[in-house]
């Protein structure tokens, strides 16, 4: 199909044209809906039967960076937005701007998530034949854990033990849940962050005006699917049990 | 084709969202330290969904969007509600509970 | 100098694997999608020899494993889910909605793209150690313990998946937004609104099933706990999420071709379809409680008992919306004038074999009976009678249907009537008789079976053949045809779809001018532009061949 300027072929008009990318978008939303929607029904039903071992797995998580990259995610989402807003109000010069911000962010969250998934190896949390749940409490050193916090987490393991002798095997499936899903997260942030890239090279050559931003407004979509996506995994994976 | 006129959120709502976002943020990693019982995970839950919706309705331009939108947004959650749903019921009546009709660990050794 | 249109516009490789032209990707996928007929066609062929004689007289019982996978995998993801949606409805929806192409023809050439990338892991899975897991999956066999070649398996069905998301994804978005003008909702031919049906479940479903194989691929790769009971995991949370998508899978295989037949019926009977909003709102009920059903696969896997009895009543009810077009086919040929082509011949025969397959369904919903039933070759006839005598029923029918529209030539009409009817007597003695071994007991997926169930068994064999012969004819003579068939005009038939309006075959942009429409849909009765007028003789479709 030839294109004329911004309108290709199959269409009649740059309306039409936008409508069906937008609309396309938000289909594709629906398929990443389902597409974690499996997950997280797979998340709760282990978590509903082995809640404890899910407890003492969701209490290894660091919750400082949990939570810091929670918000690091929430304000590339505000940014991504701005870049929406500056390309509807034809602020030229705001678009790229807004869109390395985004960009920016995006790479702290996954150099955070990086930071964890090292401590997690560290610590011998990959499921597998190394798994040891208890791995902490019998080297605390090597976790960093003295004083208060270690007595406190070794009552918290002990008494997970005592009512589920198999503690260890089933934090392996919270482990496995939080890997497969944190993963499947980044490498959407990956994918968003590449789409990012591309955006920001088109802006550059000032193309995004508030006839055509389209592509802004639909990555904006994508990205903002994303963070929706870790607002409910926060919570899920990181806040399981933590009250004392 | 419907007239579709193009809405623009100012700065100043999303600015708001994005301050809303972070107590919401707050606030659930407030409460998850609170000893709720059982409410614990209804109320992280809760925020969680709080927090999707005003990310939907606002950064996601869904309350500015026409209706077949609407549709598409209401038919994901629909469509995931039918996968629980139906998924639990199975959970929620099986007898014996899943736990002990998996055989105990130590049978995968042996 | 001939006219220009969609297959002389350019040549070359390249002007075919760069092409966005949706008739020519449907083309790709045409020639694609029947590679992995043949290949899943040679694993039957394999099964049905091996069963002639009770202890099995081919193979070994691992090597009748992995055939009896390998033949389900081929046909369900690489043949049965793209065949109609991505040959057919690729070529005829932007033209039946008076579009120039899809919404989105990079996509739709990328999703071939997918499926190719996508059956090249399936294909090395085959080759390199076969697949024993049965084409379900089912962990921990698939996660855990089969030593075949899962994984490769895995990741082509996976990537496959995306193929079949974004072909749902164009066609939504295209019948919603590409649509002539007067082209109203009902006025969508009964083919779209088939399609935007089987759609949904492509975009709601597929995306299900692909978690659910890499959440097993992981497992199995990286020893991750998801289903894995020796890590208290659940091997049937795999079973409900893998039937989430899987039996409504078997909608998106059927949904089409009901769209196909209720296409040709009309056409055929020369009658205004019976309740056309009936018709279009069943293919969306289908959809939709299609995702109802699912656990019925699992009644006798250790699910809850009060849930068993939940999904067995509403997989009753998918019986109501699939009564209903059988019904307005039948009400619609009613004091027809009905012409005996092949492709009405299909259509007939789809209704018949999918009755039987539809009904035979209900006795697999039912609790009690499923009991007994289950899991033996009367579940194995039950659903190939869904989908070889349903899906590839509507599918062969189609192509013949249109074929004159995709080449501009016409196929040889008396060969095409004796394949058809070919077709029909070699699928009925090849399944009928499993209904009975199954009934009598003959579990599915066993290499050998007791010496009293030969007889049956070997009938079965017997029109597996004459299956081929019905198979193999169409192949040979629609390439024939492409060379030496007649030339057909715009309309052969003729039909009233606005795809029948443009040249045979169409130019690349479909039509000349952007189409108005401004008629009722299969109002054969009343188009005169057709020479279609109430109480007209009926105009011979073509010669004698």
Redesign the interface.
Known sequence: ?HRTGEL??????L??Q???A???M?????????????????Y???R???FTAFGVGSNTLD?TLG?AN??VL??S??T???AV?SA??AKKKLVPLFLILTLALGCVFLGIKFVEYKQKFDHHLI???GFDVSYCISNPASCGLQGKALEEERAEVEKAFTSDP?TN??A??YF??Y??MTGLHALHMIVGAGLIIWLIKVSLRGRFTPQYNTPVEIV??YW??V??VW??L???L??I???? | MPEHSEHIVSPKIYLTIFIALIIGTSLTTWAAFQNFGPFNIVIALAIATAKATLVVLFFMHARYSERRTRLVIICAIFWLAIMLALTLSDYQTRQPRMSRLVAPVAFYRA | MPREHYLNASYGIRSWLLTTDHKRIALLYLVSVTFFFFVGGVFATMIRIHLLTPEGALVSPETYNKLFTMHGVAMIFFFLIPSIPAVLGNFLIPPMIGAKDLAFPKINLLSWYIYIIGGCFALYSFSTGGLDTGWTFYTPLSSIYSNSAVTPAVIGIFINGFSSILTGLNFIVTIHTMRAPGMTWFRLPLFAWAHYATSLIMILGTPVVAITLLLAGLERMFHLGFFNPAMGGDPILFQHLFWFYSHPAVYIMVLPAMGVVSEIIPTFARKPIFGYSFIAASSIAIAVIGFLVWAHHLFMTGMSTYAALAFSFLSYLVAIPSAVKVFNWTATLYKGSISWDAPMLYALGFIGLFTIGGLTGLFLACLGLDMHIHDTYFVIAHFHYIMVGGAVMGYVGGLHYWWPKMTGKLYPEALSRFAAITLFVGFNLTFFPQFILGYLGMPRRYHSYPPEFQVLNVLSTAGASILALGYLLPIVYLTWSMRYGKVAGPNPWPATGLEWKTDSPPPTENFHVTPVVDWEPYDYRNRPDLGLVAGAPLAPAHGDD
């Open positions: 199909m290709y072929g199959q269409f009649q008009t309306e039409q936008k409508e069906s937008t609309f396309g938000w289909i594709f939303l629906v398929t990443e809906v389902l597409f974690f929607g499996g997950m997280f029904l797979t709760t039903i282990n509903h039967e082995y919750i939570t929670t918000i929430i304000m989402s505000f991504m937005a701005m807003w509807q109000t499921p597998g034949r198999d095997s089933h392996q499936l496995s849940l890997f497969a904006g979509l903002h699917f963070d929706i607002i409910y926060f919570p899920l990181y806040l049990d933590r009250h004392r």
